[in-house]
Nanobody
Framework: QVQLVESGGGLVQAGGSLRLSCAAS????????MGWFRQAPGKERDFVGF????????YYADSVKGRFTISRDNAKNTVYLQMNSLRPEDTAVYYC??????????????????WGQGTQVTVSS
């Protein structure tokens, strides 16, 4: 079992930055691919990006490419989402998710087994 807790959300002006953290409990974090997703009001949950369990591969949705960066610190059981040049359309609840150990990271929510409770990010114009 993996438990995930996101933090770092808040209100920021357009053009600003935030860094989200996702702290994981459980012994399998270091071997689990991690993903970030977001859900805006009235919309479906969308893929933001993922990082492989060895952190050798990252992949991002086109909408955030070049602005967002995912990293992980396996010694701290934490994955991060650095968000720069934020836009009002980035406003959403952001979720981190963990896939099963040694699985390939994907952009599909169905491939992730564990989810955090989400953290709100609001970008004002």
């Amino acid at each position: 079992q993996v438990q995930l807790v996101e933090s770092g959300g808040g209100l920021v002006q357009a053009g600003g930055s935030l860094r989200l953290s996702c702290a994981a409990s459980g012994r399998t974090f270091s071997s689990s691919p991690m993903g970030w997703f977001r859900q805006a009001p009235g919309k479906e949950r969308d893929f933001v990006g993922f990082i492989s369990w060895r952190a050798v591969r990252t992949y991002y949705a086109d909408s955030v490419k070049g602005r967002f960066t995912i990293s992980r610190d396996n010694a701290k059981n934490t994955v991060y989402l650095q968000m720069n040049s934020l836009r009002p359309e980035d406003t959403a609840v952001y979720y981190c998710a963990a896939a099963k150990p040694y699985y390939s990271a994907t952009a599909y929510a169905r491939d992730y087994s564990y989810w955090g409770q989400g953290t709100q990010v609001t970008v004002s114009s």
